[in-house]
């Protein structure tokens, strides 16, 4: 009886900390424009990559609208989500790359 355990933990698992939740989590946090919020998905060397000049209420403030999390593929510790939305009214579609670290959490 052990599998049906271990599949509702997953099920738990990637309906709670999934990479497509992370996703939708991250863009929730910008169109919030809440920088600190953003920052918590992403991993050290994007942050510590990142321009910082994204990080403005200006820039922020042109960010995506009408976000949908399209499909998501796993292999592995490394995840693609790829995300529908409009930028500056234009029909966009971007894929974001995510890495497990640990057991559960995936960052950008």
């Not at 309906?15 to 919030?32: E, K, R």
């Not at 796993?74 to 057991?103: C, H, K, M, Y």
């Amino acid at each position: 009886m052990l599998l049906p355990a271990t599949v509702g933990y997953q099920v738990v698992q990637d309906n709670v900390y999934g990479p497509n939740v992370v996703v939708g989590q991250y863009f929730t946090a910008v169109a919030s424009r809440d920088v600190p919020a953003a920052l918590q998905f992403l991993d050290a060397s994007t942050s510590k990559n990142l321009d910082k000049s994204l990080l403005t209420s200006a820039a922020m403030s042109k960010g995506p609208s009408n976000v949908s999390i399209g499909s998501t593929t796993v292999t592995g510790d490394q995840a693609t989500v790829i995300v529908n939305e409009t930028l500056d009214g234009t029909p966009t579609q971007a894929t974001f790359t995510l890495n497990r670290e640990g057991s559960a959490w995936w960052h950008l």
